[in-house]
């Protein structure tokens, strides 16, 4: 496929080469596009002529720019269709079979009407691997039905378990549902590009939904439900298999963390909060043990946790092997010292915000990292006669046309 050419003494990009075209809004599935595209793989954003995706209008903004949308499309190409339109619709076939991989969002209903479904794609487009994200996934009766992360959350488990004792589920402040599936997203589209060219198969479609993924990682709890017939109830910030564990509140109005996750963190802070006596008593080097007796334990830790500064805390139970950590806001977050130097946020220069720093891409690769080049185009289409241009032989009088009769 034709990405761009590699600049003179510039080590390549893994997906450098990898056409992605994301006729996809909103959030999972331009998620999973940026992950792609920050490991360099050309990603041609498809928005609506005029409005352009909705992700524009999300959230807080500066100079009138939403923030949401500036950090959630970095990295990518923006071009116009009015994919309601036959001519739009035939266009989008067009860029597709210039390109590795198709990300949709699409209601399946609305894919088959458009003849952009993967059926009708697969077709003509035998080597085109196809993502699809959507609320609830291909098969079953709930294919066709809208929905958004919230009923990911809701209906994967994660709400239930997450919350008080006796009081109600608790949904995430931020779009979690949706990250976990663009993550999930991501990983399929180049399982499925390497069984196309390392295997020498075709392409095939990636079926993502905003259950699966984030139900996956709560997998253990369902486990227990298939083996014992019950689930665990909302224990707040606990859990049984960790103790202690949950957020202590310091003297200076700050949090902490800990975690006892494994035997000798544990008993070195029962040790640090003056606990000798349990941290040396064999019995509370079982997890078991320490569960039955989490009230008391938990009840120590506060104590001794709330007669220091978070910075005194932190320090003397880090110093005692202890798993702690600072409950950062943002400000700390960005001004942590070890992922400074991990280079965890970069700085890119954007023509409307100036200077702008971003979390990096993640994971960190040692030969060939990702990197945040761009954030999202202002204008809705700024690339769109360049890209018809150069993917499609496009000259200034076919793309003229295609806007004056608002298919672009």
């Given at each position: ?151 990911g959350e809701a209906m994967s488990g994660f709400a239930h378990m997450t919350g008080e004792p006796g009081q109600p589920p608790t949904l995430p402040p931020f779009p979690l549902a949706d990250g976990v599936a663009a993550l999930a997203a991501a990983y399929g589209v180049m399982v499925a590009i390497h069984h196309r060219d390392q295997r020498r198969g075709g392409g095939q479609y990636v079926d ?78 079982s997890s078991e043990f320490r569960a039955s007796h989490a009230d008391e334990i938990d009840a120590a830790v506060a104590e001794w946790v709330a007669a220091r500064d978070q910075a005194d805390a932190y320090e003397l139970l880090q110093e005692a092997g202890a798993a702690v950590a600072p409950i950062y806001d943002y400000e700390q977050l960005r001004h942590d010292e070890h992922l400074r130097q ?67």
């Amino acid at each position: 496929m034709s990405g761009a050419a590699t600049p003179a003494g510039r080590r390549p990009a893994p997906l450098e080469g990898v056409v992605v075209v994301e006729a996809a809004t909103l959030g999972a599935a331009p998620l999973a596009g940026t992950f792609l595209a920050e490991f360099g793989a050309r990603v041609i954003k498809v928005e609506a002529p005029g409005t352009g995706d909705e992700t524009r209008k999300w959230g807080k903004k500066r100079n009138g720019i939403g923030l949401a949308w500036k950090n959630l499309n970095r990295n990518k190409h923006s071009i116009t269709i009015d994919l309601r339109r036959s001519e739009g619709q035939e266009l989008l076939r067009a860029l597709a079979a210039r390109a590795d991989v198709l990300i949709q969002n699409q209601r399946p209903s609305t894919l088959e009407r458009w003849g952009l479904d993967y059926t009708t794609l697969h077709q003509l487009l035998p080597q085109l691997v196809v993502l699809h994200i959507t609320a609830f996934g291909r098969g079953g009766p709930s294919s066709d039905r809208r929905g958004f992360g919230t009923l990911g959350e809701a209906m994967s488990g994660f709400a239930h378990m997450t919350g008080e004792p006796g009081q109600p589920p608790t949904l995430p402040p931020f779009p979690l549902a949706d990250g976990v599936a663009a993550l999930a997203a991501a990983y399929g589209v180049m399982v499925a590009i390497h069984h196309r060219d390392q295997r020498r198969g075709g392409g095939q479609y990636v079926d993502v939904n905003l259950i699966d993924p984030i139900a996956r990682l709560c997998d253990g709890n369902a486990f227990e439900y298939d083996q014992l017939g019950f689930g665990p109830p909302r224990f707040g910030n606990r859990w049984t298999l960790s103790v202690p564990r949950n957020v202590y509140a310091t003297r200076d109005g700050r949090w902490l963390a800990l975690s006892g996750s494994a035997t000798t963190p544990a008993l070195a802070a029962l040790a640090a909060v003056g606990r000798k006596d349990w941290a040396e008593d064999p019995r509370f080097a079982s997890s078991e043990f320490r569960a039955s007796h989490a009230d008391e334990i938990d009840a120590a830790v506060a104590e001794w946790v709330a007669a220091r500064d978070q910075a005194d805390a932190y320090e003397l139970l880090q110093e005692a092997g202890a798993a702690v950590a600072p409950i950062y806001d943002y400000e700390q977050l960005r001004h942590d010292e070890h992922l400074r130097q991990r280079g965890s946020f970069v700085s890119v220069e954007d023509p409307t915000l100036g200077t702008a720093t971003v979390q990096g891409p993640v994971p960190h690769l040692s030969e060939t990292p990702g990197a945040v080049h761009t954030l999202g185009a202002t204008e809705p289409g700024a690339d769109t006669r360049a890209v018809l241009a150069e993917l499609l032989g496009f000259d200034d009088t076919t793309i003229d046309d295609l806007a004056a009769h608002g298919v672009i």
